[in-house]
């Protein structure tokens, strides 16, 4: 089986390609194809996964190329995992919106419009040349923002393009670790768009144990998103809202902090890889040691303003620190397509009838069984209205991206940024959309 990893000279290559080398089952993936843009990253990371697959017997077989079209020849699976404009367009997208009062952040509000808009053609493109190289290839997204990506791959694809996110399976294996579940055997009701979905059960044979745990004060704050909602907002709810929805539920504190902040989280690692592929280039350096030094300084900073804004010095458990979510349901995934084993996941796919509210095509985050025919939702209860609300907006938002970037329609760009709830008025998105023309090359396509 053949993996080709597009953005393949990423800094979250290593994380995937650890995970390959421990999987002996059969039909595993033997040969890994990385493509990148960019051939001094690429290098940089092919030298941490030559020092990985050191002395482990059978590893996959890595080549690299900054050729597309070779690249997808030929390939089983293809995972996208790009970042249009780099970190650095990452933190102008979070330093643009901030600058105008509202939340400067990588996928969430007018920083996830932004990076929607110059990463949407570029996706597009992509999609199609899969279509003609690779048509019976499935393609697994990772490129952000992740719901929005996979819809418009899917207008080319189909049900062969898959979003993936760590962040439900990480909030389900926090909640059943609390509740003292095993979250293999857990069925997670989980609900939404990537980066805007609600926990709303966890069933263990039968029963469901979330009403245990909101009325259980001391287990609520004995985890992350316990302690960054509060117990009383949760039990309000009725439910554990992914940690993005902190960007709603306190949207002000979080804009404040982070204008406060002496640098976004995109600026943070914009330096901090800087330093990683300067010291992979070095040949006196291991390059697996820089990166492993990085991560771990990555990790340790994982939405630390965030905590800082709902006043939490507590952060994330040790076992959390150690990243595994992203790389483990992207290889769960091929794992399930390439043997036919049936699986249970959270995935991005288009709605049919999963999700009342949101039409069949509209690609949303829930729980699905995946086999050798791909992914298939599992019909969930519907929202309710105020959650209902928020998604259905945030979908208009994100067909306004996608009627942008399809006509380079600068009114649809425009009403994009103005119709999402967290943009409260729309000379605010006009003046957005200026200023994110001014950063940004890749969007002089509008208008
Ligand atoms: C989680 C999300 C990803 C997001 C990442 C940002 O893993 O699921 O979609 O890109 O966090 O983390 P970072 O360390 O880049 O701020
Ligand atoms: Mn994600």
């Known amino acids: 089986m053949r993996l080709t990893i597009l953005g393949g000279g990423g800094f979250r290559v290593p994380l995937v390609y650890r995970a390959l080398l421990a999987d002996r089952g059969?039909?595993?993936?033997?040969?890994?194809?990385?493509?990148?843009?960019?051939?001094?990253r690429l290098a940089a990371i092919r030298r941490v996964l030559a020092e990985q697959a050191d002395g482990v017997a059978d590893a996959p077989a890595v080549t690299a190329t900054t050729d597309l079209d070779a690249a997808l020849t030929g390939a089983d699976f293809v995972f996208s995992a790009i970042r249009v404009g780099g970190l650095a367009g990452r933190a102008a997208d979070e330093r643009v919106a901030l600058a105008e009062g509202v939340l400067g952040q990588e996928t969430v509000g007018a920083g996830g419009i932004a990076y929607g808009l110059r990463t949407v053609p570029v996706a597009v493109d992509i999609a199609r040349r899969v279509a003609r190289l690779a048509p019976d290839a499935w393609v697994v997204n990772f490129t952000n923002p992740a719901g929005l990506v996979t819809e418009a791959m899917s207008r080319v694809l189909g049900d062969r393009v898959i979003g993936i996110c760590?962040?439900?399976v990480g909030l389900g294996r926090r909640v059943a670790r609390v509740l003292g579940a095993d979250p293999a055997r857990a069925w997670i009701d989980y609900?939404?768009?990537?980066h805007l979905g609600w926990l709303r059960g966890l069933r263990?044979?039968?029963?469901?144990?979330?009403?245990?745990?909101?009325a259980d004060e001391a287990a609520l704050g004995s985890f992350e998103e316990g302690r960054l909602f509060g117990a009383a907002w949760l039990r309000s709810l009725g439910a554990i809202p992914n940690e993005y929805l902190h960007y709603y539920y306190a949207n002000r504190e979080t804009v404040r902090a982070y204008r406060e902040a002496e640098r976004t989280r995109g600026a943070y690692l914009r330096d901090q890889q800087a330093g990683f592929y300067t010291a992979a280039a070095r040949p006196e350096v291991r390059a697996l040691d820089a990166w492993r030094r990085t991560l771990a300084g990555r990790e340790a900073t994982y939405m630390a303003?965030?905590?800082?804004?709902?006043?939490?010095a507590g952060g994330r458990a040790p076992e959390d620190l150690e990243p595994g979510g992203y790389e483990r349901v992207a290889l769960a995934?091929?794992?399930?397509?390439?043997?036919?084993?049936?699986?249970t996941l959270i995935l991005n796919v288009r709605n049919r009838s999963a999700l009342p509210g949101l039409d069949a095509d509209a690609v949303v985050e829930v729980a699905c069984l995946v086999d050798a025919n791909g992914a298939h939702p599992v019909a969930v209860a519907p929202l309710p209205y105020h959650a209902l609300g928020l998604v259905a907006a945030v979908k208009a938002v994100e067909r306004?991206?996608?009627?942008?970037?399809?006509?380079g329609s600068r009114e649809a760009a425009v009403?994009?940024?103005a119709l999402h709830p967290l943009v409260d008025s729309v000379a605010v998105a006009r003046r957005l959309l200026d200023a994110y023309r001014a950063e940004h090359p890749g969007l002089a396509y509008l208008g």
Do not use: Y
Not at 305 to 312: L, S
Not at 333 to 343: C, G, N, S, T
């Open 400 to 407: 306004e991206v996608l009627a942008a970037a399809e006509s």
């Open 305 to 312: 303003a965030n905590r800082e804004a709902a006043g939490d």
């Open 204 to 214: 263990v044979g039968g029963r469901d144990l979330l009403p245990d745990l909101l």
């Open 415 to 417: 009403k994009a940024f």
């Open 26 to 40: 059969e039909g595993r993936i033997d040969r890994v194809v990385l493509h990148d843009v960019d051939p001094a």
């Open 166 to 168: 760590d962040s439900p």
């Open 333 to 343: 995934l091929m794992r399930a397509v390439a043997r036919d084993e049936r699986a």
């Open 191 to 194: 609900a939404g768009l990537n």
